[in-house]
């Protein structure tokens, strides 16, 4: 599966941003979700995740009430809603199949199928 994230950019706290997940494939429709975040200087953590068909999420304590994970499976597409950003939101955000990446017996950033991600930076 090839993924290409998008949406980042520069915002100021309290602001929001959306990011997508384009996946290729045939088989996205039946992937379980996930966006996955790396601060600088941090080890990359999981932010959210979305069954395959959308009914169920999962939030990051840090996220909870802010981010909003959603999937458009016409549309191969997932997305992340995030609202009053801040600071410590700052990082590159990934998307991936999480049950690949969880079953993954090393740390998130070896496990070889990443995309290029999208970077968050929240200013003050």
């Known amino acids: 599966v090839h993924l290409v994230e998008s949406g980042g950019g520069l915002v100021q706290a309290g602001g929001s941003l959306r990011l997508s997940c384009s996946a290729s494939?045939?088989?996205?429709?039946?992937?379980?979700m996930g966006w996955y975040r790396q601060a600088p200087g941090a080890q990359r953590e999981l932010v959210a995740t979305i069954t395959s068909g959308g009914s169920t999420t999962t939030y990051a304590d840090s996220v909870k009430g802010r981010f909003t994970i959603s999937r458009d499976n016409t549309k191969n597409t997932m997305y992340l809603q995030m609202n009053n950003l801040k600071r410590e939101d700052t990082a590159v955000y990934y998307c991936n199949d999480i049950e690949a990446v969880e079953s993954w017996r090393g740390t998130y950033s070896d496990y070889p199928n990443w995309g290029q991600g999208t970077q968050v930076t929240v200013s003050s």
């Open positions: 494939g045939s088989t996205f429709s039946d992937t379980p």
